[in-house]
């Protein structure tokens, strides 16, 4: 089973840029795809962005398409995400997920992290 720990989070203004990292102990990092998550006050966890085994391929929601981009070193056992030009509605908990299965419904992710908060103040 693989653990893993989000940290960068924190308060930004608009406009502003964070990265976020998801380090993973435990299992073979390699073996998973990973995803980065958001779940606002009162929302539904959504996936944001996700990145193939190899790192070669990402996948990003349209809502942060442009704006975030997502890398891994497996060397590092790490998943990145930079976020550029954020926006107060980007304001959320933000979670790294994984999954050894192709695809990414939210139901073949996990474990999960405990999350890092990101608040962009307007």
């Known amino acids: 089973q693989v653990q893993l720990v989000e940290s960068g989070g924190g308060l930004v203004q608009a406009g502003g840029s964070l990265r976020l990292s998801c380090v993973a102990t435990?299992?073979?990092?390699?073996?998973?795809?990973v995803g980065w998550f958001r779940q606002a006050p009162g929302k539904e966890r959504e996936l944001l962005a996700a990145?193939?085994?190899?790192?070669?391929?990402?996948y990003y929601a349209e809502s942060v398409k442009g704006r975030f981009t997502i890398s891994r070193d497996n060397a590092k056992n790490t998943v990145y995400l930079q976020m550029d030009s954020l926006k107060p509605e980007d304001t959320a908990v933000y979670y790294c997920?994984?999954?050894?299965?192709?695809?990414?419904?939210?139901?073949?992710?996990?474990?999960w992290g405990r999350g890092t908060q990101v608040t962009v103040s307007s």
């Open positions: 997920g994984v999954r050894l299965t192709p695809g990414l419904g939210m139901s073949g992710f996990g474990p």
């Open positions: 435990g299992r073979t990092f390699s073996e998973y795809l």
């Open positions: 990145v193939s085994r190899s790192g070669l391929v990402p």
